[in-house]
């Protein structure tokens, strides 16, 4: 077990003054075990947590944040208990307690916004019923203020979340609302009842970026406003920073760092930590150094970044699309797109969900066939279908899915999964071993891994397995669909890392991402995508530097990091 | 240019055979459908009642003391000496009847049941990754086959055409495949939607191919559970085809005729028509509760946390 590194604790951040405020939530050495394998999930973990503050909880996919969280409303997940420990929020005590005690305590005492608003909220019942019901015990309880009924309460907390309090709205179902309206939705039913501690679990992964600085202000306006403390779970340090008061670090079941936010993010004391902190891309960075400038394979023609305009009168570029419009039956999704890739280059496709970047990237592949316009390989029109289209034209463009967890198939070998691909598309290979091996390595996989199924892999190791499938066929034109946006942020610095090294062996890459920090992390040039519109496009430090288009300025400003902190 | 980088990766690359030599552990399977379903104790029991059943089915003819046409003593008593279960309603053995009666019942729900849920499985594979047309044509046929009930559907086929064994595989198949179709092609439609379809696609693997390879390993589990469900219908539907005389052409032993020959003297000779029925019984409980097992195994029911 790795000793807490704790720093000295200092009462609270600025106005709250001298007098620190009293410990609301005291969770002292909770250990929670799974069955029958009797594995610790997490162990003796011990929080505390003034009132009125929010604690950030940092940690990576399976570091056990959410057992923690569900720990602090006394639930235990399916085949996990909690073994031992004593959580007490104000004067309740919460572990041990008969379920129906603990029931009334939920909602009232303690409450949760789960990660998902689609999947928290019931499809089946109108908003006014669902926000009613998370009154039901609270209101019965004589909790309500004086001259208060349920009716005005519900209004009221819509209010307070920036919605609309009309029968209209009230009447409506979960589906007729937009991500965000639907985790506002779900952040005014755990306020709803007055709780005196509300845990956050990635209330805003999923969400735009735009979005989640909306729910980012909710969430903080609302804690504020009531005086109730927060615990708010998460895998990225830049939005924790911009929220928390103090930061607690999970890894592997156990707290290693918890302290006051500013000092722990200016002088992390755990290795682990200050990985977790080198991990977050910076927004404001001059674009990815170009590799061919940083002493990389020189090619024979050199140029540099910012002569976009020589590059585009240069010889012809690897990728063209002109005037590229797609459609879903009916539905115009895009218009009018004019894109270049040259060899060796990395332009980023951002923009937001649904203004088109995945169909463009599809459409590009084949896999998306209801197209108009020209698009070109090395001067050769590309097919709409990529079953039109010749072997060597699909073996020098190949596509990085988002989710690595869908993207392979789970009953073949990491081995099967590289060579069936190259199998199809180059013919008989000799020494497939040595192929796999190389390729593995390629993406900094060991080669024992090729005899792995998928699920024996983390998401990250997935995900550079799908690189591998990629590059093993040799491809020229490698394009990512948001392909770190599944992962966590310590994960993704690595990808990002693996597709530096592909640059540099001369390979194009499109990029398509919604997060601008990462834009300034990997590409040279960026073309910024709104409504099924190609809005901005230019070399990255300057779109990022001076934004010309409004809505990118908007991505800009939205976008959470830690620097401003 | 990247060709040539990559060649030179390859040739430097020299895979230790430390590294090569994987540990055990990470090369064997993850834990599999059957090896779950072990873990439940229904299977183990189920597995136990079919393997009971079968044995007789199977080793009963070399079992018999008499041959099953063989007139051993006067019609329906229950108790003749040297005969464990008295003769039948025209004297011949029960016992020697019932041991050789089972083979034939299960080879037929066997194959029945095999036939149903490979045509069912390819109907729905192909309805489920093409859509479109031809998944309406598919879908929309096996509604209209799944308007007739399968014993009705069954008894019409037979007694138009007459008893002949194969018709009636044929036809518990033929009624067995709408069924499974229905089920395999939301199964489908699942896996179908994951990305590992459209990164075959993205590199013109042809459909057949991806429907073989890519989809077919990933619909094992229902699939399975498909097969002992079908299994169990087929088991029942053959013997009261069989019990309709709709099967075997007497004298020949089995076991639905025998309980239809005999029902008449239950009160005086019970075990010509218990036998059958325990053995009918017996089996499709075994078999239903492997497949509430596999099914159990498949969903992830008491799954817990593992390692």
């Not at chain 1, 010889?315 to 002109?322: A, H």
């Not at chain 1, 008989?428 to 005899?451: G, H, I, K, T, W």
């Not at chain 1, 397995?465 to 394009?479: E, F, H, K, N, Y």
């Not at chain 2, 497949?291 to 390692?307: F, H, M, P």
Request: proline share 6%.
């Amino acid at each position: 077990m790795s000793p807490v590194t704790s720093q000295t604790s200092r009462a609270g951040t600025g106005d709250t003054g001298d007098t620190a405020p009293e410990i609301l939530l005291d969770c002292a050495d909770v250990t929670v075990v799974g069955h029958p394998s009797a594995v610790e999930i997490i162990s003796e973990v011990s929080l505390k947590v003034r009132r009125g503050q929010i604690l950030g909880l940092v940690g990576e996919s399976g570091s056990g944040k959410t057992t923690l969280g569900l720990a602090l409303l006394a639930h235990q997940k399916r085949a996990t208990t909690i073994s031992a420990g004593e959580i007490t929020v104000g004067e309740h005590q919460l572990l041990g307690r008969d379920e129906r005690t603990v029931r009334q305590l939920r909602g009232r005492a303690v409450a949760y916004i789960p990660q998902s608003p689609a999947s928290a909220l019931n499809p089946a019942l109108r908003l006014r019923t669902q926000l009613q019901e998370a009154l039901g015990s609270a209101g019965a309880d004589g909790r309500l203020p004086e001259g208060t009924t349920i009716e005005t309460r519900v209004r009221e907390v819509l209010r307070e979340v920036a919605l609309p309090d009309d029968d209209v709205f009230l009447n409506r179902y979960p589906h007729q609302l937009s991500g965000g309206q639907q985790q506002r939705v779900a952040i005014a039913m755990a306020f709803i009842g007055y709780p005196e501690l509300i845990v956050l679990d990635e209330p805003t992964t999923g969400l735009d970026v735009t979005t989640q600085a909306h729910v980012l202000d909710t969430i903080r306006a609302m804690t504020g406003e009531y005086g109730v403390s927060g615990v708010y779970i998460s895998h990225d340090m830049a939005v924790v920073s911009q929220l928390s008061d103090e930061i607690a670090v999970m890894y592997r079941g156990e707290l290693v760092e918890q302290g006051p936010a500013r000092s722990l993010l200016r002088d992390p004391q755990h290795a682990y930590t200050r990985r977790l902190l080198a991990a977050v891309p910076r927004l404001h960075t001059d674009g990815a150094p170009d590799p061919y400038l940083d002493g990389g394979t020189v090619p024979a023609r050199s140029r540099s970044v910012t002569d976009s305009a020589e590059h585009d009168a240069d010889s012809m570029p690897l990728l063209r699309v002109r005037d590229l419009a797609a459609r879903y039956g009916r539905t115009t999704v895009l218009h009018d797109i004019n894109l270049d890739v040259h060899r060796g280059e990395c332009v980023a496709l951002l923009g937001e969900s649904g203004s088109g970047k995945t169909t463009l990237s599809r459409a590009v592949v084949g896999l998306h066939r209801q197209f108009s316009g020209q698009l070109q390989l090395d001067g050769q029109p590309l097919a709409t279908s990529s079953y039109r289209r010749d072997c060597t034209q699909r073996r020098r463009v190949q596509y990085i899915f988002q989710n690595p967890y869908e993207a392979l198939n789970p009953r073949q070998r990491v081995s099967e999964l590289i060579l069936r691909p190259l199998r199809h598309l180059c013919g008989r290979v000799e020494d497939p071993e040595r192929v796999v091996a190389a390729s593995l390595e390629q993406v900094s996989l060991p080669a024992r891994y090729a005899s792995r199924f998928p699920d024996q892999l983390s998401g990250g190791e997935r995900q550079r397995v799908s690189i591998a499938r990629a590059i093993a066929t040799q491809p020229d034109l490698l394009i990512c669909d948001e392909i770190t946006s599944a992962l966590d942020v310590s994960v993704q610095a690595a990808i990002v890392d693996v597709l530096r090294s592909l640059q540099q062996e001369g390979l194009a890459l499109l990029f398509v991402t919604h997060n601008i920090a990462l834009v300034s992390n990997v590409a040279q040039r960026v073309a910024v995508l709104n409504t099924g519109e190609i809005v901005e496009h230019g070399p990255v430090a300057e779109v990022l530097a001076q934004p010309s288009h409004p809505y990118t300025r908007a991505l800009i400003a939205d976008a959470p990091s830690f620097e401003a902190a | 240019m990247s060709v040539r980088n990559v060649r030179s990766v390859r040739t430097n690359a020299d895979p230790s055979p430390a590294a090569q030599s994987a540990d055990p552990v990470e090369t064997s399977r993850p834990i599999g459908l059957f090896r779950t379903a072990w873990g439940h104790g229904r299977t183990k029991v189920g597995l136990g009642l079919v393997a009971t059943v079968v044995a007789i089915a199977v080793f009963g003819p070399l079992l018999s003391p008499h041959t099953p046409t063989e007139f051993v003593g006067p019609p329906n008593q229950s108790q003749v000496d040297g005969l464990l279960f008295g003769t039948d309603d025209v004297g011949r053995d029960v016992w020697s009847r019932f041991l050789n009666g089972g083979l034939t019942l299960l080879l037929l729900s066997l194959s029945a049941a095999l036939g149903g849920v490979a045509v069912g499985a390819l109907l729905g594979i192909v309805a489920g990754y093409r859509r479109g047309w031809l998944d309406n044509t598919i879908m929309r046929t096996n509604d209209v086959v799944l308007a007739f009930p399968q014993l009705i559907a069954a008894l019409l086929v037979v007694s138009i055409i007459g008893p002949r064994v194969w018709l009636i595989v044929i036809v518990v198949a033929i009624t067995h495949a709408p069924r499974v179709a229905r089920v395999i092609r939301e199964a489908t439609l699942r896996v179908v939607e994951q990305d590992f379809i459209k990164a075959a696609e993205s590199i013109g693997v042809a459909r057949w191919r991806i429907m073989l390879r890519e989809i077919l390993p990933n619909i094992t589990s229902p699939l399975l559970v498909e097969l002992g469900l079908r299994l169990t219908y087929s088991i029942g539907l053959v013997a009261v085809l069989g019990f309709l005389g709709m099967g075997m052409e007497p004298p020949t032993p089995d076991w639905g005729m025998m309980i239809n020959e005999n029902r008449l003297a239950i009160t005086i000779q019970p075990w010509a028509v218990a036998l059958p029925v325990a053995a009918i019984a017996v089996l499709t409980i075994g078999a239903n509760l492997v497949t509430d097992g596999l099914s159990r195994a498949a969903i992830g029911i008491d799954r817990g946390v593992q390692e």
